[in-house]
């Protein structure tokens, strides 16, 4: 069974740094991610990561996030740096099996306010 652990998420004041961590168990997985959903929005992508490293971002988080993982701990990590009240959001983690399942986290709050 898989199971997904996010943790990291919080208040930030604009122009800080958080780190979210997400790790995943019960499964090899090929592709691990982020997403977010702000009051009143859709849910949306902001990055993902394939087994071999490649990562994919949002043109709105690109040079401020980064996104990471660690195959050995089945964990990916996401880097939020200069964030603003627009990166305000309820982050999900998302994974996909190798068999093509998918999968998401329960949700972290991050909160960028003064």
């Known amino acids: 069974q898989v199971q997904l652990v996010e943790s990291g998420g919080g208040l930030v004041q604009p122009g800080g740094s958080l780190r979210l961590s997400c790790a995943a168990s019960g499964s090899i997985f090929r592709i691990m991610g982020w997403y977010r959903q702000a009051p009143g929005k859709q849910r949306e992508l902001v990055a993902t990561?394939?087994?071999?490293?490649?990562?994919n971002y949002a043109d709105s988080v690109k040079g401020r996030f980064t996104i990471s993982r660690d195959n050995a701990k089945n964990t990916v990590y996401l880097q939020m740096n200069s964030l603003n009240p627009e990166d305000t959001a309820v982050y999900y983690c998302?994974?996909?099996?190798?068999?093509?399942?998918?999968?998401w986290g329960q949700g972290t709050q991050v909160t960028v306010s003064s």
């Open positions: 998302n994974v996909f099996t190798l068999e093509g399942s998918n999968y």
């Open positions: 990561i394939t087994r071999a490293g490649t990562p």
